[in-house]
């Protein structure tokens, strides 16, 4: 079975500063995919990333990185000099068939002015 | 512009009462995806679609149908048989690569509500 942990339900941080999203996994499978999506408030869930398992290199867009590390099973997601509309709910997930994706249950962001 | 489109957004339903959530796409995706979101809950899979004239079940079907006659369409009903339907619906869609997992793509969504 696969499970995807999101152990921050919600954090606040201030304006500019950098905050790091958690992400820890479980499968038994050596071929996966890891996503992130980004839900805010109006309800769409906005595709942000997405990361197969053989590639552990990290990944930076803008003020957006991802630290993908297999050995602690761990796909964190960083946003630096985070801003208002950064505000919104993170849901990392995870997959390794096409039709069955697995999400965590989202942590969310409120970054304070 | 390329995307998808879901309605009503919001929709209110007298328990006993059968409803159709609307999801239409126009990115020529091949498969397409129906999720119910509860608060403090991760999104969890109702039904999907990889072709035409053809579904599966989910994790939680049960008390919902969906049909998919046209590639760009895939209606979700939410019957009288589905016991606590008040939840935020999102509809996905995907190309098939025929590969790992496709990366999925999502309506606003449909705001549920049972009176």
């Known amino acids: 079975a696969q499970k995807v942990t999101q152990a921050q339900t919600e954090i606040s941080v201030v304006e500019k500063e950098d905050v790091t999203l958690d992400c820890v996994y479980e499968?038994?499978?050596?071929?996966?995919?890891l996503f992130w999506y980004k839900q805010p408030p109006s309800g769409e869930l906005v595709f942000l990333i997405r990361r197969n398992s053989f590639d552990e290199q990290n990944e930076i867009s803008g003020r957006y990185s991802w630290n993908f590390q297999k050995s602690t099973s761990s796909f964190n997601f960083t946003i630096t000099a985070s801003q208002v509309v950064d505000s919104a709910v993170y849901f990392c997930a995870l997959s390794s068939l096409p039709q069955k994706v697995t999400f965590g249950i989202g942590t969310k962001l409120q970054v304070i002015p | 512009d390329g995307g998808i489109t879901q309605s009503p957004k919001y929709l209110f339903r007298k328990e006993g009462q059968n409803v159709t959530l609307s999801c239409e796409q126009n990115l020529n995706h091949d498969a397409m995806y129906w999720y119910r979101q509860d608060p403090g809950q991760g999104l969890r899979l109702i039904y999907y679609s990889q072709i035409v004239n053809d579904f599966q079940k989910g994790d939680i079907a049960e008390g919902y149908s969906v049909s998919r006659e046209k590639k760009e369409s895939f209606p979700l009903t939410v019957t009288s048989a589905q016991k606590n339907p008040t939840a935020f619906y999102l509809c996905?869609?995907?190309?098939?690569?025929?590969?790992?997992?496709?990366?999925?793509?999502f309506g606003p969504g449909t705001r549920l509500t049972v009176l």
């Open positions: 996905a869609s995907s190309i098939r690569t025929g590969g790992g997992a496709d990366t999925q793509y």
């Open positions: 499968t038994r499978d050596t071929t996966y995919y």
